[in-house]
């Protein structure tokens, strides 16, 4: 969601943007519907056979196998020059890193149509993350991760991983006071 909040910068570093996930393409379309996705491709790779697991994103053992939050940056002729793999669920990468990345590329902009999902939308999304849920579920891991570094060693790993993503937390809560305004 940070990365969709950004689409314009993204655009005008010459890059698209595609989110992979195990969800079915009804899944996807739901939650683009909600959230107001317009310029993020969502690709379906349910038990992540096709993109997932050749990208080393997936992970088998977690709820029956889901992505691993990651970013691969492809330049135009097919090679990576940029990877981040989430170590769980939870890890998600720095923007600032994929925008350096994207500016030693020096690509021009590109203009992208819109995404739109060619699958309806159920009339019923329940069980789809609402965006009235967002901000409580990022500040309770905000404060998760400022207590768990509170009670870590200093200089441990341990220290280190609560502020990583106590940061990843404040950067997704600065993103929603953007997103929140589109919706």
């Given at each position: 969601?940070?990365?969709?909040t950004?689409?314009?910068?993204i655009?005008?570093?010459?890059?698209?943007?595609a989110?992979?996930?195990?969800?079915?393409?009804?899944?996807?379309?739901g939650?683009?519907?909600?959230?107001?996705?317009?310029?993020?491709?969502?690709?379906?790779?349910?038990?992540?056979e096709?993109?997932?697991?050749?990208?080393?994103?997936?992970?088998?053992?977690?709820?029956?196998?889901?992505?691993?939050?990651g970013?691969?940056?492809l330049?135009?002729d097919?090679?990576?020059?940029?990877?981040?793999?989430?170590?769980?669920?939870?890890?998600?990468?720095n923007?600032?890193?994929?925008?350096?990345?994207?500016?030693?590329?020096?690509?021009?902009a590109?203009?992208?149509e819109?995404?739109?999902?060619?699958?309806?939308?159920?009339?019923?999304?329940?069980?789809f993350?609402?965006?009235?849920?967002?901000?409580?579920?990022f500040?309770g891991n905000?404060?998760?991760?400022i207590?768990i570094?509170?009670?870590?060693?200093?200089?441990?790993?341990?220290?280190?991983l609560?502020r990583?993503?106590?940061?990843?937390?404040?950067?997704?809560?600065?993103a929603?006071?953007?997103?929140r305004?589109?919706?």
């Amino acid at each position: 969601m940070r990365l969709a909040t950004k689409y314009d910068d993204i655009h005008s570093a010459g890059a698209e943007f595609a989110a992979i996930s195990v969800d079915d393409s009804v899944r996807q379309a739901g939650m683009s519907a909600r959230w107001g996705l317009t310029h993020t491709q969502l690709v379906s790779d349910p038990g992540g056979e096709q993109l997932l697991q050749p990208l080393d994103l997936f992970d088998p053992d977690e709820r029956g196998g889901i992505a691993l939050p990651g970013m691969v940056l492809l330049d135009p002729d097919g090679n990576e020059v940029y990877r981040y793999q989430g170590r769980d669920f939870a890890d998600r990468t720095n923007d600032d890193d994929i925008f350096e990345a994207l500016a030693a590329l020096d690509l021009p902009a590109v203009s992208p149509e819109p995404w739109q999902s060619d699958v309806d939308v159920p009339d019923d999304l329940s069980g789809f993350f609402r965006p009235s849920n967002f901000a409580t579920y990022f500040k309770g891991n905000r404060f998760a991760a400022i207590a768990i570094g509170g009670r870590a060693e200093k200089g441990s790993d341990a220290r280190t991983l609560a502020r990583e993503h106590r940061l990843m937390a404040d950067a997704s809560l600065d993103a929603w006071s953007v997103w929140r305004q589109t919706l």
